[in-house]
């Protein structure tokens, strides 16, 4: 079998060239097609930057103007698809029920599932983007035991977002339009992140011929981790904690230092970047800026803001190059929105699946790929004779 190389944590091995992301971690860049991460949040809208990471150009007019009108043809779902979202307890995490429910889109389009179809993958592409917005909004909706509401054609991707989500039956419902603006940006920060664990999973369930479904589901299951997608969530747990309990900031980083059983300083430190986060910097001022507006005054975006500048200062985390990552500043935002903290990671899933199409189709195209099997080192017993019960 030859020479098999050790690599816990695939710390140094690519699985694959690819042309979607770009990230320096030691200079804090991040790069989709090339486009520098902060002109496209600033210009750009997260459909248009769905178009971009799957397709490899910035769309022209006329084809920006027909994606979005495909991605809005698709947004209603079927009503037994309503009805099975429906069957799962009220109580369940919402993350559980998005895997399963991307997973099921599989049973409900058919005529969707040939991965190496051209026209069938770009029916799949836009079928998910458009599901994916309504399976979230209603994601919220059964938490709070509120009908699922039909979506808006004339109204954009996001903005019909937060009215499905947020909108009580027929009452006239616009949204902030600064949220909008706000939760368009923070999709496109999450719109991919090159090999990270949800999509090298989703690459390597792929990578079995797996249809796109199924792949973003076993994507969405990985991101439901605390130490990836669930950080947002744990971040606000860990900020209300810091705050209902007696301890106090600097209390707390002392515990992190000390490495006690379970306590991390969660939404800092990152597999690839040694620096700052460059989506954190913009998330932070987005924070700022959504609170001011709305005329929140929430104690733990001090909390956040003290945890930051004391553990920026401190040597355990500069020794570490433990920087503050995307996940740190965006549960402050999604609260102000109104969202519960369950909510913040399907949010994440919802910004993410552009990348992990474009990481899905981009894998199924090259004909470098071969179905994902890393080896192992085996250090288990070796020969021994089956030992009868009674004997053992
Ligand atoms: N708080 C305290 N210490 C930390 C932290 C942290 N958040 N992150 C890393 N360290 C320490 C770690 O204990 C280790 O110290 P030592 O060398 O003394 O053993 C050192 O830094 C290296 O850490 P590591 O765990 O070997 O690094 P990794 O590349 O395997 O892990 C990480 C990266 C993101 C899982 C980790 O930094 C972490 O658990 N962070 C908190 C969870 C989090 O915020 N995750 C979101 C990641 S970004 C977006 C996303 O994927 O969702």
């Not at 690519?14 to 990230?23: G, Y």
């Not at 006329?62 to 979005?68: K, N, P, Q, V």
């Not at 924070?287 to 500048?309: N, Q």
Request: aromatic share 10%.
């Amino acid at each position: 079998t030859g020479y098999v190389t050790y690599d816990p944590g695939f710390m140094n091995t690519a699985q694959c060239e690819s042309k979607i992301t770009f990230i320096d971690g030691n200079e804090g860049v991040l790069l989709y097609r090339g486009y520098p991460i902060d002109q496209l949040a600033k210009n750009s809208s997260f459909l248009e930057v769905a178009y971009l990471l799957i397709h490899g150009e910035l769309p022209t007019e006329s084809e920006r103007d027909g994606f979005i009108e495909r991605v809005n043809r698709h947004t209603l779902v079927h009503e037994d698809f309503r009805t099975f979202m429906g069957t799962f307890p009220r109580t369940s995490h919402p993350m559980a029920v998005m895997s399963s429910a991307v997973s099921a889109l599989a049973t409900f389009y058919p005529e969707s599932l040939d991965p190496f179809d051209e026209d069938t993958v770009e029916l799949a592409t836009v079928l998910l983007l458009a599901k994916a917005r309504t399976i979230t909004s209603y994601l919220h909706r059964r938490r709070v035991g509120e009908p699922l509401l039909y979506p808006d054609y004339s109204r954009g991707y996001v903005e019909d977002f937060l009215r499905m989500t947020f909108a009580v039956p027929y009452e006239q419902y616009d949204a902030n339009p600064i949220l909008v603006e706000a939760l368009d940006k923070l999709l496109i920060l999450h719109a991919d992140h090159e090999q990270n664990c949800s999509a090298s999973v989703v690459r390597i369930t792929g990578s079995a011929h797996a249809n796109l479904y199924a792949s973003v589901s076993a994507g969405i299951s990985a991101l439901s981790g605390p130490l990836h997608g669930g950080a947002n969530e744990a971040v606000l747990k860990m900020l209300t904690a810091i705050r209902d309990s007696d301890d106090d900031v600097k209390t707390f980083i002392k515990r992190v230092k000390a490495k006690e059983e379970g306590v991390r300083l969660m939404g800092f430190g990152h597999r690839v970047y040694k620096n700052y986060d460059p989506r954190a910097a913009i998330v932070k001022g987005r924070a700022h800026a959504v609170l001011s507006t709305l005329g929140i005054d929430d104690p733990l975006l001090e909390i956040a803001m003290e945890l930051e500048e004391i553990a920026l200062s401190d040597d355990y985390f500069a020794e570490r190059r433990l920087y503050p990552n995307v996940d740190f500043y965006t549960g402050i935002i999604y609260k102000a929105m109104g969202f519960e903290p369950a909510m913040f990671t399907p949010l994440f899933a919802l910004g993410r699946m552009p990348g992990w199409i474009a990481q899905w189709r981009e894998m199924m195209r090259d004909p470098k790929s071969k179905i994902g099997r890393p080896r192992q080192i085996y250090t288990g017993a070796t020969t021994r004779d089956y030992v009868d019960i009674g004997e053992r």
